[in-house]
T-cell receptor
Framework: DQQVKQNSPSLSVQEGRISILNCDYTNSMFDYFLWYKKYPAEGPTFLISISSIKDKNEDGRFTVFLNKSAKHLSLHIVPSQPGDSAVYFCAASGSGGSNYKLTFGKGTLLTVNP | GAGVSQSPSNKVTEKGKDVELRCDPISGHTALYWYRQSLGQGLEFLIYFQGNSAPDKSGLPSDRFSAERTGGSVSTLTIQRTQQEDSAVYLC????????????FGPGTRLLVL
């Protein structure tokens, strides 16, 4: 069973507009969430994270929102730029002895059109 | 500074052969991870090394897979008697320690088993 789900395989937005990438999780033990960005032929690059004690974390153009009751998080990119075009992975880890294990979603391909 | 490096970047092998994949973590990082990304899937945790502690091998899919980490630095992932379903991108990551530390990924090794 897939514990982290990214239901949109792809998303296309215009440059300058907002990109919203969504992620749902099923495991209530997850308490730390991350977004990674991946360009072709490169490894994933850490983008932003959020702990379950917060509902929002912001870093420049990137903001992550967490809704624990809905087990949902989203990544907002404002304004979107063509260089943001990449695959975005949502990941989660839990508390306790295996907190190093990241569980990833399948990714969403974001295309930002000039 | 130098990031995580992996070699080879691509490997084509015949079914039944053994392969070795190498990972050089970031200097000073005590934690090292291996993940696998099959086509259209998210990253799947394989194994975790932390310092001199016993590795967490819980993600290895079969006993054909093994990994070692020598001297607390370089790691080798070995797949014996490769099967076509082993075809995937194998990603290595490292981090400073254990508690929800950011994992930095290498570019991966793309393995194709014919």
């Amino acid at each position: 069973d897939q514990q982290v789900k990214q239901n949109s395989p792809s998303l296309s937005v215009q440059e300058g507009r907002i990109s919203i990438l969504n992620c749902d999780y099923t495991n209530s033990m997850f308490d730390y969430f991350l977004w990674y960005k991946k360009y072709p032929a490169e490894g994933p690059t850490f983008l932003i994270s959020i702990s379950s004690i917060k509902d929002k974390n912001e870093d420049g153009r990137f903001t992550v929102f967490l809704n624990k009751s809905a087990k949902h998080l989203s990544l907002h990119i404002v304004p979107s730029q063509p260089g943001d075009s990449a695959v975005y992975f949502c990941a989660a880890s839990g508390s306790g002895g295996s907190n190093y294990k990241l569980t990833f979603g399948k990714g969403t391909l974001l295309t930002v059109n000039p | 500074g130098a990031g995580v490096s992996q070699s080879p970047s691509n490997k084509v092998t015949e079914k039944g052969k053994d392969v070795e994949l190498r990972c050089d973590p970031i200097s000073g990082h005590t934690a090292l991870y291996w993940y696998r990304q099959s086509l259209g899937q998210g990253l799947e945790f394989l194994i975790y090394f932390q310092g001199n502690s016993a590795p967490d091998k819980s993600g290895l899919p079969s006993d054909r897979f093994s990994a070692e980490r020598t001297g607390g630095s370089v790691s080798t992932l070995t797949i014996q008697r490769t099967q076509q379903e082993d075809s995937a991108v194998y990603l290595c990551a490292s981090s400073l320690g254990r508690w929800q530390e950011t994992q930095y990924f290498g570019p991966g090794t793309r393995l194709l088993v014919l």
